[in-house]
């Protein structure tokens, strides 16, 4: 891009509150920035300052994939954001940059890859059926979320990540403090020192281990001096908190399944389709309340005819880009035969999420169980009596009243 295509006229600053949407509800917010342009400016509620925001798909990757836009230089900036707190852990994985951050996940490829999630397949099933069971023999009504979508997640992270299954309720706790923006920055902050201390304990313990399971993995790779504890223990905590984004994210779907029985009819009648289908799902749900975690340019870069100065502070929508009507046509229709599909719902670039093939092996459980074995699965409630989260970062049903 030449130097005389690039505007210097910024375009005014946006206030973005944080809504509490209810269902699959679209942020209008964030679909008013989408119609102002590629590229706008924001200002969330906590924090200081405003910052850019790109909502375009290929925009989007570039940023995500760039090394001139840094996540370790908001380390000490009061950017604005979502988040009432904001105190990330010096050198947790989330906030480092390449090759900090490429020898850290190094460490727990192994476990996170498909042959690492196959793993724990048949036992994530059996774990599913067990709770399927129980569902069944209690009987109707029911709340999805407390009965299936909540222990399932948790059950299968703290299998992945090696934590004993008479600690998977302290997790929860703990992760559900931490995600949690209403009892304020202190309860947050001790409970991830609490597991924190915990992840310590547990992967000091392993550092001989050749298990396949995460903590034994960067034990070992702390015996090596490849990662310190340090850093160990903070990919852990973020590895156990993005474990329970599942519980969400199937919430969603199931929500969306059960008010559109056609959906749901059409994956029991082509059970073939659902790996395809669950990607289409993935792509439309609205996974998250307004935006991430930013990230600092480094130098001046020009985005469509637009210069982002250096120490610019830079957010991605993800879940803009996966309305990008240049990359998916008719965005708004759940299309399951839609191919291609390069939705970015779990990231891109060097801190695309490592659980994803977790987040799809759990995802195509749930459909398979849920769908087959409960075939008049439905809600119990009208749609606009499910409760969703309120003051929460990640979207999704607080309960899912359902029959059958």
Same mark, same amino acid.
């Given at each position: 891009?030449?130097? @005389?295509?690039?505007?210097?006229?910024?375009?005014?600053?946006?206030?973005?509150?944080?809504?509490? !949407?209810?269902? /699959?509800?679209?942020?209008?917010?964030?679909?008013?920035?989408?119609?102002?342009?590629?590229?706008?400016?924001? #200002?969330?509620? &906590?924090? @200081?300052?405003?910052?850019?925001? /790109?909502?375009?798909?290929?925009? /989007?990757?570039?940023?995500? &994939?760039?090394?001139?836009?840094?996540?370790?230089?908001?380390?000490?900036?009061?950017?604005?954001? !979502?988040?009432?707190?904001?105190?990330?852990?010096?050198?947790a994985v989330g906030f480092l940059d390449p090759p900090d951050h490429t020898r850290l996940r190094r460490s727990v490829a192994a476990a996170l890859t498909s042959k690492g999630v196959e793993r724990v397949?048949?036992?994530?099933?059996?774990?599913?059926d067990?709770?399927?069971?129980?569902?069944?023999?209690?009987?109707?009504?029911?709340? $999805?979320?407390?009965?299936?979508l909540s222990p399932f997640p948790i059950a299968v992270i703290c299998e992945l990540m090696g934590v004993p299954a008479a600690d998977r309720h302290l997790m929860h706790t703990w992760t559900q403090l931490i995600l949690s923006s209403s009892h304020g920055k202190e309860v947050s902050e001790k409970a991830k020192g609490? =597991?924190?201390?915990?992840?310590?304990?547990?992967?000091?313990?392993?550092?001989?281990?050749?298990?396949?399971?995460?903590?034994?993995?960067?034990g070992a790779a702390v015996g090596r001096d490849e990662v310190t504890l340090e850093e160990a223990v903070g990919l852990a905590v973020l590895l #156990?908190?993005?474990?329970?984004?599942?519980?969400n994210n199937s919430g969603q779907m199931f929500y969306l399944l059960l008010t559109r029985p056609d959906l749901a009819d059409r994956l029991r009648a082509d059970p073939a389709i659902r790996p395809q289908a669950i990607d289409e799902l993935l792509r439309f749900i609205p996974h998250r309340s307004a935006v991430g975690l930013s990230r600092i340019a480094t130098e001046d870069v020009g985005i469509k005819g637009v210069r982002i100065r250096a120490g610019d502070a830079i957010y991605v929508s993800y879940l803009a880009a996966n309305r990008d009507p240049a990359v998916f046509p008719h965005p708004e229709t759940?299309?399951?035969?839609?191919?291609? &599909?390069?939705?970015?719902? %779990?990231? %891109?670039?060097?801190?695309?999420?490592?659980?994803? =093939?977790?987040?799809? $092996?759990?995802?195509?459980? $749930?459909?398979?169980?849920?769908?087959?074995?409960?075939?008049g699965l439905r809600?119990?409630?009208?749609?606009? @009596?499910?409760? %969703?989260?309120?003051?929460?970062?990640?979207?999704?049903?607080?309960a899912l009243p359902v029959t059958w």
């Open positions: 891009m030449t130097e @005389e295509t690039i505007t210097e006229i910024l375009p005014p600053v946006r206030h973005w509150p944080a809504l509490d !949407l209810s269902g /699959v509800d679209f942020d209008p917010v964030l679909t008013e920035l989408m119609d102002e342009g590629p590229v706008t400016r924001i #200002q969330l509620p &906590n924090g @200081e300052g405003w910052a850019w925001l /790109v909502t375009r798909h290929d925009d /989007v990757r570039m940023v995500a &994939n760039d090394p001139r836009f840094s996540r370790e230089a908001v380390m000490d900036r009061p950017v604005t954001r !979502l988040a009432p707190h904001f105190i990330p852990e010096r050198g397949r048949e036992r994530s099933r059996r774990m599913l067990e709770l399927i069971d129980g569902l069944v023999r209690t009987g109707p009504p029911a709340d $999805l979320t407390a009965a299936v609490e =597991m924190g201390a915990y992840f310590s304990d547990l992967i000091a313990l392993r550092e001989g281990s050749t298990a396949e399971d995460v903590a034994s993995l960067l #156990q908190i993005g474990g329970e984004a599942v519980t759940i299309d399951f035969l839609r191919s291609p &599909n390069p939705h970015v719902s %779990f990231g %891109f670039g060097p801190h695309f999420c490592p659980g994803a =093939m977790l987040a799809r $092996l759990e995802s195509e459980l $749930l459909v398979d169980a849920l769908l087959d074995r409960l075939p809600l119990a409630v009208p749609p606009g @009596e499910v409760p %969703f989260r309120k003051g929460a970062l990640i979207r999704g049903p607080e």
